[in-house]
């Protein structure tokens, strides 16, 4: 017997990727934030969170894609991490999807670096591929940097 | 048993908070062995502690505190005096005990330690002071006690079960005393404490008495049922003198007594407990009776009667977890005030604004109080000194007392945690290291106790701490010759360093290893552990020490570090917050006056700020932004020079095209200097906002020729005269590009515009951080930044503002790292204060040294000094044989020192002739002025400015040179500005005259001026 597992969704440069639902605290829209000067690239800023102070991580940098068109605002998906809430900046919000554990692959060897790093895996869905984000690694900058 | 569990625990806490007086009470003892109120208070410390342990099963504890409990009353009585020996011995109960009790907390019982030697020496101190008789009266006494409490241990229980958190000490028990006391009924165990004291109540510390009181609270009521008449009918006497003695604190709180009566009547009955409990923890707040070291005699007590309020409220525990969690809860409070505030100054609402106004206040006033929860005395740290100085002076063979004072003085709990093992070891450092031996110190002439002085005090929102000791102080030379032979610091260093700042060499990471040095000199084992961990909750040590008389050393820490008063600066579009802590001054330098108060050394930019260079760091630039402070390049003070150039630009363009036949140009399109759109420019804006410049003056009449020169084209190619077309067009070059030039110059000073440099300090180096804005102050709370953020020494953390933004709190000291600041600094900083540490004979100067060749070095005094500029060695120009070149809008001729001077090898010499072979990309110059006329003095290098007295001696006199004198351990030649101005210029007529006249007057009179100063 399968186990469903759920997962929260959205795109980055039109990859299609999700965090475990139990993992996001929440998902605000654009924040204003402050720039960190001296910060590894990643790191667009830090945001107010209701008296919280919390780092903004933008996905496409840590993956390694083009930047983010000019006028075009993140989502902020705030996710829990060992160290503290860390939200992830994505370009687009998806559904909630619950998926079945049989639809789960290991990434192909043939991913690339950063992506392999950070790729958990991808659940093979009807008309796409989801791929899911390991959070801690996500926000992991010293390692990876 | 959970409860059980809490009995322990509290077992625990009471005790080793009363261990810590001990010690204290002991050394007291010590120095005064008639204080037989200290001896009291010991004697019922160790009694409780005895008495608790009994019937919790500690027989181990209990055995040791036993035999020390006989010897203490054998003390008390006056059968045996009060010795060092006996004092030692009972310290070393003490530790036992808190070994004991350590081992108890651990969870592992009573620990498998062997104290049979501290029992023995015990028992034979005891007995070798008075007849074995004697002692066995109060021994059988006090095991009937005993039994008496180990049978009442199950009514114990609920009534200490019942006030778990709440601190039962003081008064109302006095009162229920008081009131059954005279009935013989209960409370004889509080009466037999008197009657052991023999009656002597005046001499008891009732403060004491009470404390007792409250910690034997569940004693007390239960002996009442258990022991026999006889005790009791001994007791009633003594009882009823206690009555007599503490009649007004009994006195305004019969209510107290009330409920705390049946408690003990009831044993098993927890509803009475409680109130007791509460009622218990009544008039003085637990701090205060801990923290007073009993010296506070009962008469004072007695005299001043609490109010009868403070019945209610009192002491009590609270979990520190939870004091955190609300100092949490009003940071947030704090944001959401500066945000509300923020908003109501906006918003025209009377009724808003009004209740701001409220909300600010409580908001303050909360903090301030949720601050003082956290509060403690620094005495809690400083009360265990007395021990570590007597067990170490002992050991040494030394005789030291310890002064202290204020140490009601208050700090933050977390950072009274970090400054504890620092203090300690400064304190174990003056004593081993400080403080001499008495001889060495009646050899001195010193008295033969060493005197150790503990200072704390609040100034300027920060706590200071000062140790004071009259011993050997350190030995500058000493500790020098050690820094030199470790290699951190070079012989030359070392010379010209004094006193103070060797002295601080102490804190030098790797000098702590020096394991002679500190015998010899001082102290120094790991101080550097010391100020590191000083620095880290941003505080700061200083040490002054003058060999043969002593050593003080003063810390600074804040009061506290969750909310920090902050200066808010902007730079580059983003707010920082720098910590007021390591604020000394802001300074604001007009855009005009910019260019000139901010100088270069060797391309690092400097303010003179009172005489003394201050570096300066540029915000935007250390945290590698593009762009300066200043919005170079863009609108400054509303005018574009952007625009000006390009539109320029564009002129000389349609000249070329003109030229070449492509397009038309005419007289009446050339239109004058004041028409064109720089000349209005010029005439316009740009005379109101920058007349006064020099640049500007030459821009304008630059433009004007250049203009004139346009025309002189559009005639001559009108006329067909090609080559002369062609002549002119060059010379609008030129002039095209000396006005580009200057525009550039001219943005430069104006794109300054006001310069606001924070004057900061870091490791006691201060610099000037340039911003572009400064905001305000500001209350922050401190929020620490992710793990992300690690490798950044740049950002202490972040904080919230009042629009509820985030903003970055600036590390000082991380960024003067970065910036170089500190680390170059360290050198000056020595240097500087070696300066200070010389004998203040002569007069003092800043002169500024500089190589000419690769042997020699001179100086001149800083205040002739107009500029120090570095140039690209392709600007230098040929005017005759002169070597010049375009300067401030001016020609500045150059003189070459090296050459003049006749000292070959120096760069400075190529510096005249450009393209020698083996010269450098750019020369040094020095620029001096005559009135109007700047003249470069070329140099190889310029090493540094110093402060100091000189004294000159005339050597064989060489024209160019006044004398030479020995500055910072070398010989330095002074240079005689005029007289080489002179034998270079004289020559050209132009130069002559200019720098001749009034001028010149002037000038040799500075000269003359130096050279007596000198």
């Given amino acids: 017997m399968s186990t469903d597992r759920q997962f929260c969704t959205f795109f980055v440069d039109g990859m299609y990727c999700g965090v475990e639902v139990l993992k996001v605290q929440e998902v605000i829209r654009y924040q204003d934030m402050t720039r960190v000067p001296l910060a590894p690239a990643v790191v667009r800023g830090l945001i107010n969170l209701r008296g919280q102070i919390v780092t903004a991580i933008d996905l496409r940098e840590r993956l390694g894609l083009k930047p983010r068109p000019e006028g075009v605002l993140p989502m902020n998906v705030v996710v829990r991490t060992a160290d503290g809430a860390t939200s992830l900046l994505v370009d687009e919000i998806g559904d909630v999807v619950t998926v079945s554990e049989e639809a789960f692959e290991r990434p192909p060897e043939t991913i690339s670096g950063v992506t392999r790093e950070l790729i958990e895996g991808v659940f093979k869905l009807k008309d796409r591929l989801l791929m899911i984000v390991d959070t801690e690694r996500a926000i992991g900058v010293a390692a990876a940097a | 048993m959970a409860e059980l569990d809490d009995l322990v625990k509290e077992f625990l806490v009471e005790s080793n908070e009363n261990l810590d007086r001990l010690d204290q009470d002991f050394v007291a003892l010590e120095q005064d062995a008639s204080a037989t109120d200290r001896l009291a208070s010991i004697f019922r410390t160790i009694h409780t502690i005895k008495g608790t342990c009994g019937f919790l099963g500690f027989s181990k504890l209990e055995s040791v505190t036993h035999i020390g409990e006989n010897l203490l009353s054998r003390l008390r009585d006056g059968e045996i005096g009060v010795s060092s020996e006996i004092v030692t011995a009972l310290l070393q109960m003490v530790d036992a005990v808190r070994e004991i009790l350590g081992s108890i907390e651990n969870g592992q019982g009573e620990g498998d330690g062997d104290y049979s030697a501290i029992i023995e020496t015990l028992t034979a101190l005891k007995d070798g002071g008075g007849a074995g008789e004697a002692d066995s009266e109060p021994e059988g006494e006090i095991d009937g006690v005993e039994d008496a409490l180990i049978s009442g241990g199950e009514a114990d229980e609920a009534a200490a079960g019942a006030s778990d958190e709440i601190d039962l000490s003081s008064l109302p028990f006095d009162g229920e005393l008081t009131a059954d006391g005279v009935e013989l009924t209960e409370g004889d165990e509080t009466a037999e404490v008197v009657s052991e004291d023999d009656g002597d109540v005046s001499g008891v510390s009732l403060e004491a008495l009470i404390e007792e009181a409250g910690l034997d609270s569940g004693e007390a009521s239960d002996d009442a049922g258990h022991d026999d008449g006889a005790a009791v009918a001994e007791a009633a006497p003594a009882a009823q003198a206690s009555v007599a003695a503490a009649p007004a604190p009994t006195a305004p709180t019969p209510t107290a007594s009330a409920p705390a009566a049946p408690a003990p009547k009831a044993a098993p009955a927890p509803a009475s407990g409680s109130p007791a409990g509460k009622a218990g923890s009544a008039p003085k707040p637990r701090a205060e009776a801990s923290g007073s070291d009993g010296a506070a005699g009962g008469g004072e007590t007695g005299s001043t009667p609490p109010p009868p309020s403070s019945t209610a409220s009192g002491g009590i525990r609270v979990d520190v977890g939870l004091l955190d969690k609300l100092m949490n809860l009003v940071g947030e409070l704090v944001l959401a005030r500066n945000q509300i505030l923020q908003y109501s100054a906006t918003a025209e609402n009377a009724i808003l604004s009004g209740s701001t106004q409220r909300l600010n206040l409580i908001t303050t006033e909360l903090q301030e109080g949720v601050m003082k929860t956290r509060m403690q005395p620094i005495g809690n740290v400083w009360s265990k000194f007395p021990r570590i100085v007597r067990d170490l002076s002992q050991m040494c063979g030394k005789k030291v007392r310890v002064e202290m004072q204020g140490r009601d003085t208050e700090l933050d709990k977390t950072i009274i945690e970090a400054i504890k093992d620092p203090l300690t070891h400064i304190i174990r450092n ?575 009179g500075a000269g003359a001026g130096v050279a007596q100063g000198v």
């Fill in chain 2, 430 to 1004: 003056s004593v081993d290291h400080g403080i001499e031996s008495p001889e060495k110190r009646v050899a001195a002439g010193k008295p033969e106790e060493g005197l150790l002085y503990l200072r704390a005090f609040h100034e300027g929102g920060q706590v200071n701490i000062e140790i004071i000791d009259d011993g050997a102080g350190i030995n500058a030379e000493r500790v020098k010759q050690r820094a030199v032979e470790r290699g951190m610091i070079s012989a030359d260093q070392a010379a010209r360093m004094g006193e103070r700042e060797a002295a601080n060499l102490i804190f030098a990471p790797g000098f702590s290893t020096a394991e002679k040095v500190t015998n010899v000199s001082g102290r120094g084992v790991g101080m550097d552990v010391v100020k590191t961990n000083i620095e880290k909750i941003g505080g700061t040590v200083d040490l002054q020490s003058r060999f043969g008389q002593g050593t003080t050393l003063r810390i600074k820490i804040p009061l506290t570090l969750a909310i920090i008063p902050a200066l808010v600066v902007s730079s580059g579009g983003d707010r920082f917050a720098i910590p007021q802590v390591s604020l000394l001054e802001l300074v604001r330098v007009e855009g005009r006056e910019a260019s000139q108060r901010i100088e270069q050394v060797h391309g690092t930019p400097v303010y003179r700020l009172r005489g003394r260079l201050l570096p300066l760091v540029y915000l935007s630039k250390e945290l590698g932004r593009n762009g300066s402070s200043s919005s170079r390049g863009g609108t400054v003070a509303g005018i574009d020079f952007a625009v000006a150039r390009e539109k320029h630009l564009n002129w000389k363009r349609t000249l070329r095209e003109f030229l070449d036949g492509k397009a038309e140009l005419t007289l009446e399109k050339a239109a004058t200097h004041r028409d064109c759109a720089l000349g209005k420019w010029i005439y316009g804006e740009g005379q109101a906002e920058f007349g006064g410049l020099a640049e500007f003056r030459s821009l304008e009449s630059l433009h004007m020729q250049m203009h004139n020169a346009v025309r002189d084209a559009i005639v001559a190619k009108n006329d067909k005269r090609g080559d002369d077309a062609e002549e002119c067009l060059r010379s609008v070059s030129t002039m095209s590009e000396q006005i580009i030039a200057l525009l550039d110059r001219m943005e430069q000073v104006a794109g300054a515009g006001e310069v606001n440099i924070v004057v900061l300090q870091a490791d006691g180096r201060q610099f000037g951080l340039v911003v572009d804005q400064i905001n305000d102050t500001e209350e922050i709370v401190v929020k620490p930044l992710g793990k992300i953020f690690k490798g950044l020494a740049t950002f202490a953390g972040a904080t919230i503002m009042g629009d509820g933004r985030v903003a970055l709190i600036l590390d000082v000291m991380g960024l003067a790292q970065r910036a170089g600041v500190v680390r170059e600094g360290r050198e000056r900083n020595l240097h500087e204060s070696g300066q200070k540490g010389e004998s203040s004979g002569g007069t003092r100067q800043t002169l500024l040294l500089f190589r000419v060749s690769d042997t020699h070095r001179m100086a001149i005094p800083l205040s002739m000094v107009a500029r120090l500029e570095e140039f690209p060695r392709d600007l230098v120009e040929q005017s005759g044989e002169q070597p010049v070149m375009q300067y401030r809008g001016g020609i500045m001729p150059l003189v070459p020192l090296g050459r003049v001077l006749g000292y070959s090898g120096g760069t400075a010499d190529a510096g005249a002739a450009p393209g020698a072979e083996g010269a450098g990309e750019s020369i040094q110059v020095i620029v001096v002025t005559r009135g109007e006329q700047s003249i470069g003095l070329v140099v190889d290098r310029i090493v540094d400015i110093v402060e100091q007295s000189v004294s000159v001696k005339r050597t064989g006199l060489r024209s160019g040179v006044i004398g030479s004198a020995v500055i910072e351990g070398k010989v330095t030649e002074l240079l005689d500005v005029e007289g080489v101005i002179r034998s270079v210029l004289q020559d050209d007529e132009s130069w002559a005259g200019e720098a001749g006249g009034a001028d010149v007057g002037a000038g040799a």
